[in-house]
């Protein structure tokens, strides 16, 4: 069995692929994936200490957040969906032409 560190690191690392990539990037998909990966990031860490403290809390969290996740996605691409109907192309800078 692998220690914790190694699963708090393996998150730390994908935590950071998420942030440098939502803050770096002006692809909305992009910012999409970076987010998941984010959130991924949190399951690993729920998973991980569920484990080492032989409690089911974690396991019950990351269902739920993987179900927001899911949500959240759906949401994002159908907003994308009309960005990209109205311009052409899926830049992040055009959101603001959807106010209204």
């Given at each position: 069995m692998m220690p914790l560190m190694a699963y708090i690191a393996?998150?730390?690392g994908l935590a950071a692929i998420g942030a440098y990539g939502l803050l770096v990037s002006r692809n909305a998909?992009?910012?999409l994936m970076c987010i998941e990966l984010l959130l991924n990031a949190g399951n690993l860490n729920l998973?991980?200490?569920?484990?080492y403290y032989h409690?089911?809390?974690?396991?019950?969290l990351t269902v739920f957040s993987i179900a927001l996740a899911a949500a959240e996605a759906a949401?994002?691409?159908?907003?994308?969906?009309v960005l990209?109907?109205?311009?052409?192309?899926m830049d992040l800078t055009l959101l603001d032409l959807l106010k209204g």
């Amino acid at each position: 069995m692998m220690p914790l560190m190694a699963y708090i690191a393996l998150s730390a690392g994908l935590a950071a692929i998420g942030a440098y990539g939502l803050l770096v990037s002006r692809n909305a998909i992009k910012v999409l994936m970076c987010i998941e990966l984010l959130l991924n990031a949190g399951n690993l860490n729920l998973v991980a200490f569920s484990t080492y403290y032989h409690d089911a809390t974690g396991y019950v969290l990351t269902v739920f957040s993987i179900a927001l996740a899911a949500a959240e996605a759906a949401v994002g691409l159908s907003i994308l969906i009309v960005l990209f109907r109205l311009k052409g192309r899926m830049d992040l800078t055009l959101l603001d032409l959807l106010k209204g």
